[in-house]
């Protein structure tokens, strides 16, 4: 393995997996951010997120030499042959990807390399046509001479990105220049993966269509788990027979209250109002979006019902973060959830393991305990929105002690019913009946085969 010196400009959780990664990897890594307090929390080892394992990384190549932080492009970006753009790129209220941090980043770049043509790698999930936008803002900026643009799409899971770094399903490179792709696929020299190479719009609509799919599969799943609850069959195990047909596959079906995070719904988002502007009528996945968001309000809906009224009433929220192993809430249902009741005049009380100190921020009229008991004391209903490893261990029977009225809600159906039921709650949604009771399938000779949602 040659190694190489890249620049990684954003320290945020993409770019942060990927200069820990690409360190790991061999390279000399130079991280960039405009963010003074975060870079220089980072050179101390805080890392401003949470994510299992990186912390650990980025200190361990902090001290090897092989990575290290900055705040100057002049600096950071001196003797780097590849740069990463790995900047946020949030929705606008119309759901149009906002690209005012690539943009920036481009024109940082072109006023710093001064001649020089590094490759430029976009990690940034970016509208089809970005990178050749980015291609002319560097090549204005700086000459009129072009630089050689890779769309480089990440497929980072929060939670396990370290892992996904290591053993992606595919490396997806798109430019007009295949030597440039070629010589970027050579930093993952390591990883063992399939290289996919093609143009830059191409590279830019795998990523925007995978997320769209996965999103998909859960509003399907969600569909027809309400048809389910209506004609009286057990969604999971439709699921898990839908998922043993290898065309369907058993990922992403398992329903609830919906998807969340900093990807699925913004690029759902951003490719509707992409087909949008082009002229297409992107019907699926407005139906997509609309479906989830529906999610959380049946599940408003439902405490309604079981509690004649949501006004002065007490609910509590036990999971905050969009998924458990992070303490990312950026549209999390949990967030959804909170605004919602508070909206019907309830008051909200919660509790995460790992996301108390965001949501506060984004809501400071819900009340923060640092015990799920604690916070579930004296409530009319407990809501579960994340499937946090510590809630299976929950002491239900200490839970039902401490609220008020014994309403349940498993928003991501993985809690055991019969220990809930048998504790005193009512479950009003959660794990169907049969379901409490693991699949079984077998395959042609007789073996178990696992289903896995
Ligand atoms: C996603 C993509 O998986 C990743 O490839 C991309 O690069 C970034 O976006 P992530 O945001 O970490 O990753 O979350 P993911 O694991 O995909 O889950 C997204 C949401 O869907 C979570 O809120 C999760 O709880 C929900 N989900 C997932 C379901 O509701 N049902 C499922 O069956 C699977």
């Not at 001064?114 to 090549?139: E, M, Q, Y």
Request: charged share 25%.
């Amino acid at each position: 393995m040659t190694a190489r010196d890249l620049s990684i400009i954003g320290a945020g959780h993409v770019g942060l997996v990927y200069a820990a990664g690409m360190a790991e990897l061999g390279h000399r890594v130079a991280c960039i951010d405009i963010d003074v307090d975060r870079i220089e929390r980072l050179r101390r080892g805080e890392l401003p997120i949470f994510e299992p394992g990186l912390d650990e990384a980025v200190c361990r190549h902090s001290a090897s030499g092989r990575l290290r932080f900055s705040t100057s492009y002049e600096d950071a970006l001196a003797d780097a042959e590849f740069i990463f753009i790995a900047v946020s790129t949030p929705s606008t209220p119309d759901g149009a990807a906002d690209l005012r941090a690539v943009r920036a980043a481009a024109r940082g770049i072109a006023a710093a390399v001064r001649g020089r043509r590094p490759i430029i790698i976009n990690k940034s999930t970016v509208p089809v046509g970005t990178g050749d936008s980015v291609d002319h803002i560097l090549a204005s900026a700086d000459g009129h001479r072009p630089f050689k643009v890779v769309s480089n799409p990440e497929f980072l899971r929060e939670g396990t990105a370290l892992h996904d770094f290591f053993h992606p399903d595919r490396i997806v490179l798109g430019s007009r220049d295949r030597a440039a792709a070629e010589r970027v696929a050579a930093l993952y020299e390591g990883v063992n993966a399939p290289v996919l190479v093609t143009d830059v719009k191409t590279a830019e609509m795998i990523k925007y269509a995978s997320n769209a799919f996965l999103a998909t599969k859960i509003s399907f799943i969600n569909e027809i788990a309400e048809i389910c609850e209506a004609v009286g069959a057990d969604a999971a195990q439709v699921a898990a027979g839908m998922g043993l047909d290898a065309r369907i596959g058993g990922h992403f079906l398992r329903h609830g209250i919906g998807f969340g995070g900093s990807c699925l719904p913004k690029d759902v988002r951003a490719l509707a109002y992409m087909g949008s502007v082009f002229g297409t009528h992107p019907q699926l996945l407005n139906a997509v979006l609309q479906i989830n968001a529906a999610q959380r309000r049946r599940v408003l809906q439902k405490v309604r019902t079981a509690l004649g009224q949501l006004d002065g009433a007490r609910i509590c929220v036990l999971g905050l973060a969009f998924k458990p192993n992070t303490d990312d809430v950026r549209d999390a249902p949990a967030i959804d959830l909170i605004r919602l009741f508070l909206n019907e005049g309830a008051d909200v009380t919660a509790y995460d393991p790992q996301a108390m100190t965001k949501t506060a921020v984004i809501c400071p009229d819900a009340a923060y305990f640092a015990s799920p008991y604690d916070a579930a004391a004296g409530c009319d209903a407990i809501i579960v929105a994340t499937e946090w490893p510590e809630f299976q261990d929950l002491d239900l029977g200490r839970l039902r002690a401490a609220a008020a009225r014994p309403i349940f809600v498993d928003g991501r159906g993985f809690l055991d019913r019969d220990a809930i039921e048998e504790a005193g709650f009512t479950l009003i949604s959660g794990r169907d009946d049969a379901s409490s009771a693991p699949v079984s399938a077998r395959d042609r000779n007789g073996r178990a085969v696992g289903v896995s949602a």
